[in-house]
Nanobody, 114 residues
């Protein structure tokens, strides 16, 4: 019943910014920690950023200073603003509940290439 739908990815050049949006249905995000994850081709999922139910944010070292996670409680969405994208950011990006075993959504592809 819980659905996670990511959008906003695309093919961009290095240095470009993108804003990813995760639409969540079936579960109120305001009382859970939410995270953005990414999976590069042939690699495992890695946590990119997390926002707690209290609004605190945490970032992986490789995106600190470039990415910002936020949430819209009314819209029940979680966003990831990605600035100064680099080729190594290329991956499929997913959102999910950080502490709950929730199936992955379809993700959104981010490809950074010149």
């Amino acid at each position: 019943q819980v659905q996670l739908v990511e959008s906003g990815g695309g093919l961009v050049q290095p240095g470009v910014s993108l804003r990813l949006v995760c639409e969540v249905s079936g579960r109120d995000i305001s009382i859970y920690d939410m995270g953005w994850y990414r999976q590069a081709q042939g690699k495992q999922h890695e946590l990119v950023a997390r926002i707690t139910n209290a609004g605190s944010t945490f970032y992986a070292d490789f995106v600190k200073g470039r990415f910002t996670i936020s949430r819209d409680i009314i819209a029940n969405t979680v966003s990831l603003e990605m600035n100064n994208l680099k080729s190594e950011d290329t991956a499929v990006y997913y959102c999910n509940f950080h502490w709950l075993p929730t199936p992955w959504g379809q993700g959104t592809q981010v490809t950074v290439s010149s």
